[in-house]
């Protein structure tokens, strides 16, 4: 777009943008105590390992962006010829890669003799690459046919670095010489955006994608990337585990989901100590990685367990309090990132977060930019990893509003992007469980997120009863056709009934005809013994919080039992009959007797009622329960089931959940699946 600013203004203008830049750059210097970086050196900078606040990143962005127009508005044929020209620089960076000419130098000088020897190329050409590499600040000639590292081409004197510099250019590159063409101008290919029409696939001929082809076919580029994606992550890591509170989380477990060596990951270890971390990779992968960890890393290792997975299948880890995917879902089309996406929603409790990390293009046309730079000024690393996507799989870098566009069918949304300086973002994302979820989950979005990391399976492991409290609404009293009580009754249900979030179905067994009981639990936080109705401030304090459970009932065995005066045991202690909500803190049920509860079955309501209406209250329940036996931390108290019981059959879903003020609890929704249980038990009348 033309600009209105003279080409002079606009000459002026850069120039002093480069200056005040500077001037930034120098004070964030002298406040680390560090000097000013120097091209010639072969000490790495702090800077470069240091996440750099908001004003140094632009400060640094300004001079490459001004830098670059700079040249372009004093000469663009010049500009434009280098550009067209600029192959050879990597051609010959790669052979010198190939050949290790940054570990030969090290921290030293090399004659080109000697460099040649070592290298078994010909002086005289290496001479000749040497020269264009010098000439463009990687590398430099110290002498006449002497060479040594610099600030730049140190970087390259590692393994990592030499396996991303291979990658880029001999793995991938190659493709999208000989493959983006045809990709972008075949009329049967140009506007598909199948993996079988990338570059990659068409160069090489294969439905497979890169990953499942190296190994197959090239096991050199298979086991060069995972060491390639480590020098990337000294690009990302840094960023990623600063941009979001780790730091901050409670404890609990972190899948890094196809986390290749662990490199990014291994930062959140190192920044909490109290978390845990699932690093998950195809096989290979993961024993490299643990290779790696034993050799590297061996003061963290205890806290890493190392899992084989295919994240086109089941999740082996359920309920993990972060999915963290950084440069996965990039690597996928459409179609391929929703199926990844659904496993791990499968996986997720609404407490868990799914952190998607990667390079997020930014807009074409919007951005902070003075004038005259570019809106994106500087920012062409993020276009670069965008068609890296597309050589090798036909895919892109996505943005916020892409992931949303995926994800919402799922029921997933978008709760936050987190970022430092740069494109690189983690974009938070939460299940949401039901549509009512989603309401909450928008209220969260925008807005500073905490991890609250729930471990109430554990919890609840420590309980050492269920108490169930019988015939407490008057409605459901009258759809069993039973008697009302005149005090509390109730049943104790055993430990083994219990279903947590995500533990798999109800099994109904062979002959019994199942209902299910949508009911307030009572968490019990401190012992209580012989308590009156009247003290009711001992009997608040004395509850730790809520849940919400479902206590299926073998209904006709339960009337069998009626009629015969037998114990309701059986009827409501098999296996898996009390699934129950994760455990909501009491200050998010502020009044338990105006609540509301509940259950749908195929997403039909089937009961909603206030739990104002139980007969007997929480402190009369106490009483009578701890009367007769002691409420010690932990047990669970059921408080009964409002009206609109009914049967469930193999196949079906029940949704439950409680209400405050109209407002959904998030930790009470739960979702759990019916099915038949095969053999054992079958109840015959
Ligand atoms: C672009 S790399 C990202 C690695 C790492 N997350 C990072 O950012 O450094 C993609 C990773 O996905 C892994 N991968 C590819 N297909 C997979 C699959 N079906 N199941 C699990 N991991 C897979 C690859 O082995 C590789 O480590």
Redo the contacts with the bound molecule.
């Keep these: 777009m033309p600009s209105t600013m003279s080409p002079l203004i606009q000459l002026r203008e850069l120039h002093a943008y480069i200056g005040d830049a500077i001037n930034v750059l120098e004070k964030e210097c002298s406040e680390h105590n560090d000097p000013m970086v120097d091209v010639h050196s072969t000490e790495v900078h702090p800077r470069i390992t240091r996440i750099l606040s908001e004003e140094v990143g632009n400060a640094e962005k300004t001079i490459f962006g001004a830098a670059t127009m700079l040249q372009a508005s004093l000469n663009p044929r010049t500009v434009l010829r280098d550009k067209i020209l600029s192959y050879h620089i990597t051609n010959a960076l790669q052979v010198v890669n190939a050949k290790g000419v940054a570990k030969i130098l090290g921290t030293g000088k090399v004659s080109a003799k000697d460099l040649a020897g070592a290298t078994g190329i010909n002086p005289d050409k290496l001479t000749r690459i040497m020269r264009l590499l010098c000439s463009n600040l990687i590398f430099c000639k110290v002498e006449d046919d002497v060479y040594a590292n610099n600030a730049v081409s140190i970087l390259l004197a590692s393994d990592e670095a030499q396996a991303l510099v291979g990658h880029c250019l001999e793995d991938v590159n190659p493709v999208g010489v000989s493959g983006l063409y045809e990709a972008l101008t075949k009329v049967d290919l140009k506007d598909s955006f199948a993996l079988s029409a990338s570059p990659f696939a068409i160069t090489k001929r294969t439905e497979l994608?890169v990953?499942d082809y190296w190994k197959r076919h090239e096991p050199h580029a298979f086991y060069r990337?995972?060491k390639a994606?480590?020098a990337?992550?000294e690009y990302?890591g840094f960023a990623a585990a600063k941009a979001f509170p780790f730091a901050d989380m409670s404890g609990g477990v972190i899948v890094?989901?196809?986390?290749?060596l662990g490199?990014?990951s291994r930062l959140f270890l190192e920044e909490n100590s109290k978390i845990q971390l699932v690093l998950?990779?195809?096989e290979p992968?993961v024993r490299a990685a643990e290779e790696h960890w034993t050799v590297n890393h061996p003061d963290l290792i205890s806290r890493v367990t190392f899992q084989p997975?295919?994240?086109?299948k089941t999740q082996p880890v359920k309920g993990a309090d972060v999915y963290y995917?950084?440069?996965?879902i990039h690597?996928w089309t459409d179609e391929d990132c929703v199926k990844i996406l659904e496993n791990l929603r499968d996986a997720m409790t609404t407490e868990s977060r799914l952190i998607i990390?990667g390079v997020v293009p930014p807009s074409l046309t919007k951005g902070p930019a003075p004038r005259p730079l570019l809106p994106n000024y500087s920012e062409s690393f993020a276009f670069c990893s965008d068609l890296q996507m597309l050589y090798m799989c036909n895919s892109r870098e996505r943005t916020a509003a892409d992931l949303d566009r995926l994800m919402n069918p799922l029921g997933v949304k978008v709760v936050k992007e987190w970022k430092n300086s740069g494109s690189f973002t983690l974009t938070e994302c939460m299940f949401c469980y039901t549509t009512l979820n989603c309401e909450y989950v928008d209220q969260l979005i925008h807005t500073i997120s905490t991890i609250t990391m729930s471990s109430f399976a554990q919890f609840a492991r420590n309980s050492r009863k269920i108490v169930g409290i019988g015939r407490n609404y008057a409605d459901h009293i009258k759809e069993l056709n039973n008697v009302r009580p005149t005090e509390p009754f109730f049943f104790v249900k055993p430990m083994s009934s219990l279903l947590f979030k995500n533990q798999g179905p109800v099994l109904l067994p062979r002959g019994v005809k199942v209902h299910y009981e949508v009911e307030l639990a009572i968490i019990m936080g401190k012992e209580l013994k012989d308590v009156r109705e009247s003290e009711t401030d001992r009997i608040y304090d004395a509850i730790a919080g809520y849940a919400v459970g479902i206590d299926m009932t073998a209904r006709n065995m339960q009337e069998q039992n009626k009629k015969k005066g037998l114990p309701w045991a059986a009827a409501k202690g098999f296996d898996t009959f009390q699934p129950i909500s994760d455990f909501i803190p009491k200050e998010k049920i502020p009044d338990p007797h105006n609540a509301e509860l509940w259950l749908t079955v195929n997403d039909q309501l089937k009961q909603q009622d206030n739990t104002n209406l139980m007969l007997f209250r929480i402190p009369r329940l106490l009483e009578h329960i701890s009367g007769i036996m002691k409420l010690e931390p932990n047990d669970i108290i059921l408080t009964g089931t409002p009206k609109g019981v009914g049967p469930v059959v193999h196949g079906d879903v029940m949704k439950a959940g409680i209400r405050v003020d109209g407002k959904e609890i998030a930790e009470g929704l739960m979702e759990v699946k019916v099915e038949d249980r095969q053999g054992g038990y079958e109840f015959k009348l």
């Design positions: 994608s990953f990337f995972p994606m480590s990337h992550a990302d890094d989901v196809g986390g290749s490199q990014t998950e990779d195809m992968v997975c295919d994240f086109f995917l950084q440069n996965i690597d990390a």
